[in-house]
């Protein structure tokens, strides 16, 4: 396990991210990298796929219930591809109009699974792309949920779009941890009484669901706590450790890697 050479007076970020959480998890050079050094990780064509999925879906659900078909949100798509320039922004990382024509396929599968996986007309969304902020187990956080509704009871439903690959069912209970993160938060602000969590999987039209309890909360906030005095301690010594697996033939920051040094 290698570490970066001691620095002098490193100040952790003043805010957590769940994503920043699961970053310092994976390795804690790259959350140096990336959360301390603000070396911003350039885009690939699955984060601007899933990007542009999102755009389009918060979109849709904007328009009243009954206008929420797949003819007007295949309209919105391409208008949204058209305003901001989308071609502009996948073009360094595909091949040509081929791989332009390939990637609009791909967006529109995952958008076309949706009415798989629930009826928009029935779905009615009190928050999208909505900034959540406030503290857990004293650790200041903040993020955007992609979609929350709150029944007439002040429950409320944590929903958040994927593009990725689909986990194996016994591994699903691990992408849960961001939405439990955002639920500790909409209870902090007082928003209403988190009750469910919803992870949409869109390639494949699967959806996973888990319920919100207070062991999910306490144990969210144990891990929250407990991450945040390991950045604190790694800011202090200056040693970020590093950890090799095979995530890093993915990682944009391997050239830079002690590990990977020999």
């Known amino acids: ?8 007076a490193i100040s952790p970020p003043d805010y957590l991210s769940p994503s920043s959480i699961g ?12 959360r301390i050094d603000g070396i911003k990780e350039p885009p690939t064509r699955a984060t601007l796929l899933g990007n542009f999925v999102h ?4 979109e849709m659900y904007k328009l009243p219930a009954v206008d929420r078909t797949k003819d007007s949100t295949r309209s919105i798509a391409t208008e949204v591809f058209t305003k901001k320039d989308w071609t502009a922004q996948v073009m360094p990382y595909i091949s040509g109009d081929q791989g332009i024509l390939q990637f609009k396929k791909d967006a529109w599968l995952c958008i076309d699974n949706l009415w798989v996986i629930e009826d928009p007309v029935v779905t009615q969304p009190t928050g999208m792309e909505a900034r959540v902020e406030g503290e857990i187990a004293g650790v200041k956080l903040k993020g955007f949920i992609d979609r929350y509704s709150k029944s007439a009871d002040g429950t409320i439903t944590i929903s ?17 941890f961001q939405l439990q993160v955002y639920a500790g938060l909409v209870a902090h602000m007082g928003l209403g009484n988190p009750e469910r969590l919803e992870l949409l999987f869109l390639e494949t039209a699967t959806k996973f669901t888990k319920d919100v309890t207070a062991d999910v909360l306490e144990q969210t906030a144990v891990t929250v706590r407990t991450v945040r005095d390991s950045i604190e301690s790694a800011c202090a010594k200056g040693e970020f450790a590093t950890t090799k697996s095979n995530l890093c033939d993915w990682c944009f920051f391997k050239p830079q890697c002690p590990a990977w040094a020999d």
């Open 1 to 8: 396990m290698a570490v970066t050479p001691a620095d002098s």
């Open 23 to 34: 970053t310092f998890q994976q390795c804690a050079l790259k959350f140096k990298f990336s």
């Open 55 to 58: 755009d389009v879906l918060e």
């Open 160 to 176: 958040d779009y994927k593009t990725g690959k689909t986990p194996s069912p016994r591994f699903a209970d691990q992408k849960f």
